[in-house]
């Protein structure tokens, strides 16, 4: 089971939500506020991290930021309604997936053993394409010979890219396989992830040469980058 940081300030959710995702097993570390969250992040150090947006003091998006900036702990992000600005701005500092107020406990713990799949190791040796190595079995990835720090859920999408190299992914077939999404059209999470996942694995994220936008429908990686 998962060490999990809750950080809520709405202190009969968090005892809910924390009571709810100990019956399942997980070992939970509750704050109330950024700063508390973030000196248990250090002193913790959990497997993920659930994190309110609208908190006093720190926000939410300034400690996913900071926890992002600390390594590469997964995040769910809590919203309290499913907000364009605010999902595409908690995605942007960072976070891996997130979930709508109200929320039940076995839809959060669904989330999190999810969340936490993506960094599951599987059978296979390493792939290299051009100066950039995928090792699907250790889970890692080096570029020039430089190990690259990738959270699970861009790990997970760089696995799912390169698994077809070439080829086309629908926004909707990323959501499925990365995030075990059964709802449509949520394009959002996925164009954040693939933007954070260029910024790491590119010379020029700006001029992205292994993972390509095909407008108006995807994704694809190019294996060869000449």
Same mark, same amino acid.
């Given at each position: 089971? /998962? !060490? %999990? #940081?809750?950080?809520?300030?709405?202190?009969? =959710? *968090? @005892? $809910?939500?924390?009571?709810?995702?100990?019956?399942?097993?997980?070992?939970?570390?509750?704050?109330?506020?950024?700063?508390?969250?973030?000196?248990?992040?250090?002193?913790?150090?959990?497997?993920?991290?659930?994190?309110?947006?609208?908190?006093?003091?720190?926000?939410?998006?300034?400690?996913?930021?900071?926890?992002?900036?600390?390594?590469?702990?997964?995040?769910?992000?809590?919203?309290?309604?499913?907000?364009?600005?605010?999902?595409?701005?908690?995605?942007?500092?960072?976070?891996?997936?997130?979930?709508?107020?109200?929320?039940? /406990? !076995? %839809? #959060?713990?669904?989330?999190?053993?999810?969340? =936490? *799949? @993506? $960094?599951?190791?599987?059978?296979?040796?390493?792939?290299?394409?051009?100066?950039?190595?995928?090792?699907?079995?250790?889970?890692?990835?080096?570029?020039?010979?430089?190990?690259?720090?990738?959270?699970?859920?861009?790990?997970?999408?760089?696995?799912?890219?390169?698994?077809?190299?070439?080829?086309?992914?629908?926004?909707?077939?990323?959501?499925?396989?990365?995030?075990?999404?059964?709802?449509?059209?949520?394009?959002?999470?996925?164009?954040?992830?693939?933007?954070?996942?260029?910024?790491?694995?590119?010379?020029?994220?700006?001029?992205?040469?292994?993972?390509?936008?095909?407008?108006?429908?995807?994704? *694809?990686?190019?294996?060869?980058?000449?």
């Amino acid at each position: 089971m /998962a !060490r %999990v #940081l809750l950080i809520e300030d709405d202190s009969s =959710l *968090r @005892r $809910g939500l924390a009571m709810g995702l100990r019956r399942q097993g997980h070992h939970l570390y509750e704050a109330g506020t950024g700063e508390e969250g973030l000196e248990l992040l250090r002193a913790a150090a959990p497997d993920i991290v659930v994190l309110d947006l609208m908190l006093p003091g720190i926000d939410g998006f300034e400690v996913c930021r900071r926890v992002r900036a600390a390594g590469t702990t997964p995040i769910v992000m809590l919203t309290a309604r499913d907000d364009d600005l605010d999902v595409v701005s908690g995605l942007e500092a960072g976070a891996d997936d997130y979930v709508v107020k109200p929320i039940r /406990a !076995r %839809v #959060l713990e669904a989330r999190i053993r999810a969340v =936490l *799949r @993506r $960094g599951e190791h599987v059978a296979a040796g390493p792939e290299v394409y051009g100066d950039l190595t995928v090792d699907r079995g250790a889970l890692t990835v080096t570029r020039a010979s430089r190990s690259l720090a990738l959270t699970p859920t861009e790990l997970r999408m760089l696995l799912e890219l390169s698994r077809s190299p070439g080829q086309v992914l629908s926004r909707q077939h990323l959501l499925q396989a990365v995030w075990e999404h059964d709802y449509l059209g949520d394009s959002r999470i996925v164009d954040a992830c693939v933007q954070r996942l260029r910024a790491k694995i590119e010379e020029n994220p700006s001029r992205p040469v292994y993972v390509q936008t095909v407008r108006t429908f995807g994704y *694809r990686f190019q294996p060869d980058p000449r």
